[in-house]
């Protein structure tokens, strides 16, 4: 259906920031939630922040809030995850994902990327 290609991470020091993208291939149809999820070792996969690609609803954790900016780009079927004052407990996998209904909880989410290192130092 949908196929998602994340990249844009990187090792970064605190306060430093990086951007994420997310690259859709396929149909993205209207209904859909774009989001963004992370798994660091030992943890379970959270939820970061996602949007809505028909309304642009935007939904994030609240550790990101203030910090994290999710967006997107409809014409190139492209979701960007903007990270600033990035922190240690920031550092994970980081995954681009595709669902319905529920904008925030991952077992609503079925297509998945292969995800992006994101290392913060310090």
């Known amino acids: 259906q949908v196929q998602l290609q994340e990249s844009g991470g990187g090792l970064v020091q605190a306060g430093d920031s990086l951007r994420l993208s997310c690259a859709a291939s396929g149909r993205i149809f209207s209904i859909l939630n774009i989001g963004w999820f992370r798994q660091a070792p030992g943890k379970e996969r959270e939820f970061v922040a996602s949007?809505?690609?028909?309304?642009?609803?935007?939904y994030y954790v609240d550790s990101v809030k203030g910090r994290f900016t999710i967006s997107k780009d409809n014409t190139r079927n492209t979701i960007l995850l903007q990270m600033n004052n990035l922190e240690f407990e920031d550092t994970a996998v980081y995954y681009c994902?595709?669902?319905?209904?529920?904008?925030?909880?991952?077992?609503?989410?079925?297509?998945w990327g292969q995800g992006t290192q994101v290392t913060v130092s310090s």
């Open positions: 994902a595709a669902g319905w209904p529920a904008p925030t909880n991952a077992r609503d989410f079925r297509s």
């Open positions: 949007i809505n690609w028909s309304t642009g609803r935007t």
